[in-house]
């Protein structure tokens, strides 16, 4: 399973570290994505993140203020988003991806497993 962590609320312009643990996984080779969701509106891809190698991808709309990371030994995702705007309110996803491609992916649909979500509200 998923399970999120590090969500509240923050002020603009503050920074905020969103904690993903995955475990339970039958899979050693696996993707780990950050998605975000308003009510009301599509779920947003921010990252994703290979588990063997490390490697990244962002979307576009979110280069430069969002970092993912990962520590195996402890099976954890980090997101950290910093220059907190109002915009960036919503609830974040992490979602698994047990069958990745070789440049990752960014699709709500190559995921087959998502956590609970995280709520992060940002004031102004």
């Known amino acids: 399973k998923l399970v999120e962590s590090g969500g509240g609320l923050v002020q603009v312009g503050g920074s905020l570290r969103l904690s993903c643990l995955a475990s339970?996984?039958?899979?050693?080779?696996?993707?780990i994505a950050w998605f975000r969701q308003v009510l009301g509106q599509e779920r947003e891809a921010i990252s994703s993140?290979?588990?063997?190698?490390?490697?990244?991808l962002y979307a576009d709309s979110v280069k430069g203020r969002f970092t993912v990371s990962s520590d195996n030994a402890t099976n954890m995702v980090y997101l950290q988003i910093d220059n907190l705007k109002p915009e960036d309110t919503a609830v974040y996803y992490c979602?698994?991806?047990?069958?990745?491609?070789?440049?990752?992916?960014?699709?709500?649909?190559?995921?087959?497993?998502w956590g609970q979500g995280t709520q992060v509200t940002v004031s102004s």
């Open positions: 339970g996984f039958g899979f050693d080779d696996y993707d």
């Open positions: 993140i290979h588990r063997t190698d490390g490697s990244t």
């Open positions: 979602a698994a991806d047990f069958f990745p491609g070789d440049s990752g992916s960014l699709s709500y649909y190559d995921y087959d497993l």
